[in-house]
């Protein structure tokens, strides 16, 4: 796979950035990609350890190399112990690499987030404090108790440990060709990671000087490279396409290919699944190369309801077994999982906190593992996703009773997943029991003092600054609680009758009428929300917005909204969030959408959820040629539009992949649900889904996982975002908007 592919992708809105996705000997993702703005250079491996291989190429100069793929595909090679992939690229006549960095794919993450690609190339190693501590400590310590650390590291002088913190770059010549290898033992001393850079001696000559490498050809023209990357992490388990995607849609896809009038349509599609396929282990879904190429519970778990329609019924299982796996010993679900590197880091700032302590017994137990997977159960929305999901498993009658059973009975799955709905019931019985705004399900507090934005807006920004988030609240707890009710009876009807011990939910297992109860106070949450503002307020507000703005931004906006004219009715939509004493930050947003996917609807609520993203922007959410933004902070407070001035992620500049395809996902079921509401609300839901499928195609950028805008000359023009993933999981469940807008059938 590429990016950007002609016919498909624009490539000025790439800005510099091309990437190529493989598959190693053993089937993993390895991506390489190159951001021509700085010359960076990052293959990240998505294998069990998450893994990447990084460096930068100036020109003789010192401006970032013009690189050119020298290659039109890969080779792989596996030994016993080992994989690798080498491919070519092209560079001018001199260079220089440097900032070399091979690690965990969060690393680089962490050291691009920093700008440290910038730097000199020979600038000092990417810190990692967590490390540098570690050794500090074991420094300090007891000639006799510092040797039993340093063992467990594989290492006896402290020196040779700090030597792991950089890697070691050698240079050998030969008649014909000449290899540059670069390597990096991991800090525990128990993975290997290299990279190779090979060149023809007849054409052009290296030369190392401390941790940069000069690459020149004499006679002139491009130097050619061969990058080799090797591993002996280990290897995931892909999944296939069959194995992935059910008959129906197998089908579906068989009659695109053979569509010869529109042969682009059968590239996108193809290319989609295939992404699918980069992203689909036994072992886990991963959320998106490059950055996110690991387990993340939101991502699998909302991809799996999206997916429903195309999805084998096997794939529910992998997707459930891989977040009960990592259930917190209290029932929560995991988030997002450290591994390789990264668990190194995490691990060294626990066994830190241990020498620090004077726990040194327990400190070893760490230092002897540092590769121990460490989980993050940060989130919140995660946790009400997971009941959702299961009941819809067990309740799906393709799946016999006999394969639902065997399936619970494995890896303790049954007692994890009562644990599971015995957190999500304890965590609502507050609300249930005293419906107050400041008794729903709250994000967690930051050290700080701030509210983490621990729902699938993560970012600092993402909730306005709120405690109390719509979509957890509003949508999530209420169907959760549901759902425990459905698993209830799935479970009763396989004939399994769990130990359930713990309250509320030992109750609800008594007393259906108690959880039914609770259930129906849930759902009166969405009174907190509600937002009402008269037209006269919404112009005040607007106004008042667009004055904050660049000239650029306030001159075109305020000609949009000429044209379109102001609103003649009450604006009425769901706030984002609530402050901490309960009260709504009255951000409109796209959050409602869900409720479309999760539930048939009536025509008047239909059209109450969709109104205010399909309202003009800057008074709703919908924006011609780019598609409907993510947020507008218009009626909230001027705070509430410095956060995300400074935080762009989740902000009113930017469309997510992920919730055009919620938003046609879900109008195109309730167009086939059925019933007579569904009939009632046609025209609406047809000009909705063809609005929406026109301004995202028109941008451009409809497949990949955010995009943004600039305002160039009066002209809106849409862009990448700079840090969004090529190949994202939820982005590819436009798969299953495509087979739902062509088989409009319940």
């Known amino acids: 796979m590429s990016f950007p592919e002609p016919g498909l992708d624009d490539p000025a809105a790439y800005e510099g950035y ?227 995607f059910n008959d129906e849609f197998r089908g579906f896809a068989a009659q695109v290919r053979v569509d010869t009038a529109h042969p682009l349509r059968f590239r996108l599609l193809e290319r989609e699944v295939r992404g699918v396929e980069l992203l689909s282990y036994r072992e886990k879904l991963m959320a998106g190369l490059p950055n996110f190429a690991t387990y993340f519970g939101r991502d699998m778990l909302m991809t799996a309801l999206l997916m429903e329609p195309v999805w084998s019924d096997s794939m529910p299982e992998h997707v459930i077994a891989s977040a009960l796996r990592k259930l917190s010993d209290g029932g929560a679900v995991s988030h997002e999982e450290a591994l390789g590197g990264q668990a190194i880091r995490e691990n060294a700032a626990e066994y830190n906190r241990l020498v620090r302590a004077g726990q040194l017994a327990r400190a070893r137990a760490v230092l002897g593992n540092l590769q121990a997977v460490r989980e993050n159960y940060v989130m919140v929305d995660d946790d009400f996703q997971l ?22 009975a494995a890896e303790g799955r049954l ?64 169907h959760a609680l549901e759902a425990v009710g459905t698993v209830l009876d799935a479970l009763s009807q396989l004939g399994v009758t769990p130990v359930i011990r713990a309250e509320p939910l030992a109750t609800f297992a008594r007393d259906r009428a108690a959880l039914a109860r609770a259930v129906a106070v849930w759902q009166g949450a969405e009174r907190h929300f509600r937002v009402a503002l008269p037209p006269g307020d919404v112009a005040q507000r607007v106004e008042a917005r667009l004055g904050a703005l660049p000239q650029p931004e306030r001159e075109y906006w305020a000609e949009v909204l ?82 995300f001035r400074r935080d762009a992620y989740h902000s009113p500049t930017v469309v997510w992949g992920r919730d055009v395809n919620v938003l046609l996902a879900g109008l195109a079921q309730q167009r086939s649900s059925g019933g007579a509401g569904a009939q009632h609300a046609a025209p609406l839901l047809d000009t909705a889904l063809r609005r929406i499928s026109e301004a995202v195609n028109r941008s451009g950028l409809r497949h990949a996982e955010l995009w943004s805008y600039s305002i160039e000359n009066g002209r809106l023009v849409p862009s990448r975002y700079g840090t969004s993933s090529d190949v994202q999981l939820w982005s590819l469940t436009d798969l299953a908007v495509q087979y739902l807008l062509n088989h409009p059938t319940p």
Request: net charge positive; proline share 8%.
């Open 18 to 244: 091309e990437t190529r996705v493989y598959r190693d000997a053993s089937g993993n993702a390895l991506q390489v990609y190159v951001r021509g703005s700085s010359g960076r250079v990052v293959n990240l491996w998505a294998d069990a350890a998450n893994e990447s291989v990084g460096f930068t190429v100036r020109d003789s100069s010192g401006k970032p190399a013009e690189l050119a793929w020298g290659s039109s595909g890969a080779a792989v090679t596996a030994s016993a112990r080992t994989r690798s992939l080498s491919y070519g690229i092209e560079a001018p006549s001199e260079v220089r690499i440097g900032l070399f960095l091979l690690g965990s794919m969060r690393v680089e993450r962490d050291f691009q987030y920093a700008g440290r690609d910038s730097l000199p190339l020979d600038a000092a190693p990417f810190p990692q404090p967590e490390l540098s501590e570690l050794i500090d400590h074991i420094a300090t310590l007891p000639a006799a108790e510092r040797a039993r650390h340093l063992s467990l590291l594989g290492v006896k002088t402290i020196g040779a440990l700090g030597a792991r913190l950089s890697p070691r770059i050698t240079a050998r010549l030969g008649d014909t060709t000449w290899v540059v290898q670069v390597e990096q033992v991991s800090f525990d001393g128990k993975s290997h990671l290299s990279l190779a850079l090979e060149g023809d001696a007849r054409e052009t000559v290296p030369a190392v000087s401390g941790n940069t490498v000069t690459i020149r050809r004499p006679a002139g023209g491009p130097v050619r490279l061969s990058v080799r990357v090797t591993t002996d992490a280990p290897a995931l388990t892909p999944l296939t396409r069959a194995e992935i």
């Open 387 to 408: 009941p959702v999901v299961a009941a819809r498993y067990l309740a799906d009658p393709r799946v016999s009773a006999d394969r639902k059973r065997r399936f619970l």
């Open 415 to 478: 007692a994890r997943l009562v644990s599971n709905l015995a957190f999500v019931t304890r965590q609502a019985q507050p609300y249930a029991r005293r419906p107050v705004a400041t008794n729903l399900v709250s994000f967690p507090r930051a050290p700080d003092g701030h509210w983490i934005s621990a729902s699938w807006r993560d970012s600092r920004a993402g909730y306005g600054g709120g405690r109390f988030a719509m979509d957890v609240n509003v949508i999530w707890v209420p």
């Open 562 to 643: 000429r044209h379109v004219g102001a609103p003649g009715d009450t604006l009425r939509f769901l706030a984002l969030s609530l402050d901490g004493a309960g009260r709504p930050i009255p951000v409109v947003n796209t959050d409602p959408a869900m409720l479309l996917l999760l539930e048939p609807l009536d025509g008047p609520r239909v059209r109450e959820l969709i109104a205010p993203i399909l309202a003009s922007y800057p008074v709703g959410l919908f924006v011609d040629d780019l598609g409907p933004l993510v947020a507008n902070d218009a009626y909230a407070a001027p705070k509430v539009w410095e956060i």
